[in-house]
T-cell receptor
Framework: AQSVTQLGSHVSVSEGALVLLRCNYS??????LFWYVQYPNQGLQLLLKYTTGATLVKGINGFEAEFKKSETSFHLTKPSAHMSDAAEYFC?????????????FGTGTRLQVTL | NAGVTQTPKFQVLKTGQSMTLQCAQD?????MSWYRQDPGMGLRLIHY???????DQGEVPNGYNVSRSTTEDFPLRLLSAAPSQTSVYFCASIGTGQTEAFFGQGTRLTVV
């Protein structure tokens, strides 16, 4: 069984400040890990993913995440927040069996960026 | 370059009515899935398919039926709508050997 925990349903940062969104996972097999972003009234867009290899992965819009197996974490960071980053962010996990169609999502973190 | 297309975008149903949410993808993806999104609960998997003619249940399948007669289409049927099915529904597809899921724009369903 897999599960994802996102700490903090709402995070507020000032423009230019560091963004840190936390994600911890539970998986009985080596996981695939994802971060998706959802802008208002839109579908989900992939920010970045970890499958194998380098544990620090870079995504779109300046975001990156580091897979830490010992901590079962996959936190999302961005050095400097921009107003356009305001959205809801979802961490997700799937089994690395090739059937990545079965995603387990966290409950989401809404990011607010203030002036 | 349509990707994943969901129709309708909005729908209001009365309790007990039935309807079909449509999902079509033009990327020749084998894997397709339906999720529902509820406040504070993230997205939960309803049903998924690993190819034409093959479907299986996800986390919250009760009250929903699916079929996959073609690679392109994966409709979701509500047999007898209930207020608990008020939600935003997303369809997603993934290509064989790939890991990125492509999502549709969603269908916002209200059952009164």
């Amino acid at each position: 069984a897999q599960s994802v925990t996102q700490l903090g349903s709402h995070v507020s940062v000032s423009e230019g400040a560091l963004v840190l969104l936390r994600c911890n996972y539970s998986s009985s097999v080596p996981p695939y890990l994802f971060w998706y972003v959802q802008y208002p009234n839109q579908g989900l867009q992939l920010l970045l993913k970890y499958t194998t290899g380098a544990t620090l992965v870079k995504g779109i819009n300046g975001f990156e995440a580091e897979f830490k197996k010992s901590e079962t974490s996959f936190h999302l960071t961005k050095p400097s927040a921009h107003m356009s980053d305001a959205a809801e962010y979802f961490c997700a996990v799937s089994r690395n069996t090739g059937t990545a169609s079965k995603l387990t999502f966290g409950t989401g973190t809404r990011l607010q960026v203030t002036l | 370059n349509a990707g994943v297309t969901q129709t309708p975008k909005f729908q209001v149903l009365k309790t007990g009515q039935s309807m079909t949410l449509q999902c079509a993808q033009d990327m020749n993806h084998e894997y397709m899935s339906w999720y529902r999104q509820d406040p504070g609960m993230g997205l939960r998997l309803i049903h998924y398919s690993v190819g034409a003619g093959i479907t299986d249940q996800g986390e919250v399948p009760n009250g929903y039926n699916v079929s996959r007669s073609t690679t392109e289409d994966f409709p979701l049927r509500l047999l007898s709508a209930a207020p608990s099915q008020t939600s935003v529904y997303f369809c997603a597809s993934i290509g064989t050997g790939q890991t990125e899921a492509f999502f549709g724009q969603g269908t916002r369903l209200t059952v009164v």
